[in-house]
């Protein structure tokens, strides 16, 4: 597999964002962060091979998208690329609703999110170019 997949992770929790950086960034990975849906959307263009994308996002004074209205606007601009939904959420009835949209993988929030996370990204990817 190539490794020079671009990804882009959205997510405000810099915390997060900088744990993704660091895990695949190493790895040959070029991989842009943004803090909002809105951010990403602007950078399709780019034509990112997968995106890590949040659920829920907060920005004090002001409305955002949340993940699945970003999803939505991700797939019309480009129906092929693969997103890893992270959320805090294990309600079944938020993953069954992504399933249903189409998402390509679910990513609880956890202690073993960059583990979970490095093992779906691996494999969509290795799915998607074999």
């Known amino acids: 597999m ?12 810099p915390f997060v964002t900088s744990l993704v950086v ?4 190493p790895e040959g ?6 803090s909002y849906g809105e951010d990403c959307l602007q950078a399709m263009d780019k034509k990112p091979d997968l995106i ?8 004090p004074g002001q ?16 129906p092929e690329v693969l997103v890893v ?11 069954l609703e992504l399933a249903r949209k189409g998402i390509d993988d679910y990513v609880i929030k ?3 999110l960059i583990d979970n996370l490095n093992a ?11």
């Open 2 to 13: 190539d490794k020079n997949k671009l990804i882009f992770i959205v997510d405000d929790d």
């Open 22 to 25: 660091k895990r695949f960034v």
């Open 29 to 34: 990975f070029r991989v842009e962060s943004f």
């Open 52 to 59: 890590i994308l949040d659920y829920y996002f907060t920005k």
């Open 63 to 78: 409305d955002v998208m949340n993940g699945m209205e970003v999803f939505d606007k991700i797939k019309e601009k480009d």
């Open 85 to 95: 939904m992270l959320s805090g959420q294990e309600r079944g009835e938020i993953v």
């Open 110 to 112: 956890d202690n073993n």
């Open 120 to 130: 779906s990204v691996k494999e969509l990817l290795g799915r998607k170019y074999s």
